[in-house]
Nanobody, 123 residues
């Protein structure tokens, strides 16, 4: 069973920054790790993803100018750096892992999901 654990959530004022981490003990060549968020009453939203090597990333249009995704050299921790946060960014943020390549902003193919970390942006 693959476990993903998110951390780094909290409360921040609008315009501020926050960095999230997704730790997973198991990565494998060719996999894809992504960040999503969900607001109660709304559908899950794709935010960003990175492939195994880190040379291919995807971002949702809503965050591409404000969020960045990176990973450690060992690839066991993936970061989501969020800048210029807005109140509408308030959500539960979680990461997901696909054993294979997933291209684009889809949630299809992700087999393992974390429980999430709450981000609240105050106005």
């Amino acid at each position: 069973q693959v476990t993903l654990v998110e951390s780094g959530g909290g409360t921040v004022q609008a315009g501020g920054s926050l960095g999230l981490s997704c730790a997973t003990p198991i990565r494998a060549f060719g996999d894809t790790l992504a960040w999503f968020r969900r607001v109660p009453g709304k559908e899950r939203e794709f935010l960003a993803s990175t492939n195994w090597s880190g040379n291919k990333t995807y971002f949702a249009d809503s965050v591409k100018d404000r969020f960045a995704i990176s990973q450690t050299r060992a690839k066991t921790t993936v970061f989501l750096q969020m800048n210029n946060l807005k109140p509408e960014d308030t959500a539960l943020y979680f990461c997901a892992l696909s054993p294979g390549v997933v291209e684009g902003g889809t949630d299809i193919g992700y087999k393992y999901w974390g429980r999430g970390t709450q981000v609240t942006v105050s106005s």
